[in-house]
């Protein structure tokens, strides 16, 4: 239903029953957590003595295992990075006490995950490749689906569109055959984050508008402040008359969904949605209180989700509008602007670093830095480096962007080379606002004498 207070409340009151609590200070946190990771690594070097050994304890370590499986998600929304760590070990133990479940494929998947965020890739699809294996094996479609979702969900973060494509479409596929709408839901909101990313903003409008019809009908407030956020994100990509006022309305909807500390990811997203919004709208002043807002989230946190990509740049990019308008208004920029503006992209690095889709924009951003520093050499070396990344990961519109910075900074041919290519992607994909900004700086150079 996405009342993640009280989910969360009546896991956590679960996993103590069973006996496995959460630790309520940091000293017994760390404790606990050195306790799991040796447990793990005596799983690893003596699995025929550890795995499957629970014996006639294995109803509570299954108990146990589930909702500590379930308490990873409700972390990773609220950002929890100590709780996400002391959550995953404890299930990828218990699980593996049993042995092959249902439980213990998706406990696979959530180490899949949390290794992901380090990043430890190659640790991270080998968990992975063992959690299908074993929902396969064992023959569960609730454990499958939920399999699937999180193998988008890592995908996501390092531009397997291909693999997550297929991944979500079964893993959709089965939780419509099973009725669990959310899960449907889930692997499709997922799918269209994919989609997105790689600039296919139609079929996600058409899947965002679906997941909006069932969140509406199963009274599923999480689902609908996330579609409503996602909408905002693709109507700024289009760019339509009027997309910004739509969506500050979206967005103020979505307000009155979220709840404060449950899900952070979604807070970093909807600060730099209305953000941009605003910023469009010429309302500069409300931009950046978004900004600052947004400053404070994503310095003050870890990334643990690659869909709040978005968040994390459109920050970074409105600090670094700022200062590029007060530099316009021959004003001396002040040292908090610029400060603010380093640390939005030290953030964004920090996002690149466990989710390498993040790494062309990070470059893009730095760049312009650098030109706003007065050091255009380094500048141009970023907006290739950004070029080189969108190209890698498949990712068109960060591609366009690139071409955009590499050509309103340049002069003579390459500047309208740069433009024109740029003009031919957000063309391509229908990116109204970018492809007008980018013309005008393209109609500019026959403007001049």
Known sequence: MGNLVEARKHLEETVALAGWPIPPTRAQWVIALAQEIGRQVLHQLWPSRFIGRAGEKQGGYNTAAAAYIRLTELY???????????????????AEAV????????????MALTAGLIPLRRLAERYERQALEIAERVNDLPALSWVLLLRGVY?????????????????????????????????RGMRGWGLFCQGRWAMTSQLEAAIAANAGQRGDPQAHAYQLIARSEVA???G????????????????????????????IRFYGVV?????????????????????????GSQPSISYSLEGYASVAEIWLAVWEQEKAQALNTPSPTRESARQAIKALYGFARPFPIGESRAHLWHGLLDWLNGKPSAAHNGWRKSLTAAQKMAMPYDEALAYYELGRHASGDERQTHLTRAIEIFERLGAAY?????RAALDSIHAQP
């Open 99 to 110: 042995g092959p479940s249902p439980v213990l494929a998706q406990a696979y998947s959530g």
């Open 236 to 238: 700024l990509r289009f």
């Open 434 to 438: 970018d492809l007008e900004r980018t």
């Open 275 to 299: 953000g941009a919004a605003h910023w469009r709208l010429g309302q500069f002043d409300q931009a950046r209180q978004a900004a600052e807002k947004g400053l404070a989230i994503v310095t």
């Open 155 to 187: 995908g996501s973060g390092v531009g397997q569109w291909a693999k997550i494509e297929s991944a979500l479409i079964r893993g959709a596929e089965i939780a419509e055959r099973l009725g669990d709408r959310r899960r449907f839901d889930e692997c």
């Open 76 to 94: 990773i929304f609220a950002n929890a990075t100590d709780r996400i760590l002391i959550s995953v070990f404890h299930a990828l133990n218990l």
């Open 240 to 267: 339509q008359p009027g997309h910004a006022e739509q969506v500050l309305t979206w967005t103020t909807e979505a307000a009155a969904l979220l709840k404060e500390g449950t899900d952070v990811q979604h807070y």
